[in-house]
């Protein structure tokens, strides 16, 4: 949707340098590797998630993903696994090394919230 604001050669070019980022084979494999890591942190987001609040010890912290489960209930699980879909699509039809770097901080940052959450729903 976002590309509609662009040029159509601007479109061109967007599309040329994502071709090039996917022609380089250590850009796929490292986007690959870190779309699984986020995919498996994303699903133990939802577990963890579920047991810390399942458990009366934690609350959602995110006031929208707050307001998602009250009003949608379970809804929210297949929201959140349509989201992470579409991210992973994106970072692999676009494995810039810029874009790589940001999205793999990024992973390790949720799953550094991941393993609160276990924490928390643990008791440790």
Excluded at 32 to 49: E, H, P, Q, R
Excluded at 60 to 83: C, Q, S, T
Aim: aromatic share 12%.
């Amino acid at each position: 949707m976002a590309l509609m604001f662009f040029s159509k050669a601007r479109r061109a070019l967007l599309a040329s340098d994502a071709a090039e980022a996917r022609a380089g084979r250590r850009n796929m494999a490292i986007a690959f590797a870190a779309v699984m890591v986020y995919n498996c942190v994303g699903v133990l987001d939802i577990v963890s998630t579920i047991a810390a609040i399942e458990l009366g010890v934690a609350e959602e912290a995110n006031p929208l993903m707050r307001a998602i489960m009250d009003h949608y209930g379970v809804a929210w699980i297949a929201a959140k696994l349509f989201l992470q879909i579409v991210i992973s699509g994106m970072v692999l039809w676009f494995p810039h090394r810029l874009i790589l770097i940001i999205f793999t901080i990024a992973v390790w940052t949720n799953g550094f919230i991941v393993f609160n959450n276990f924490r928390i729903a643990l008791g440790l």
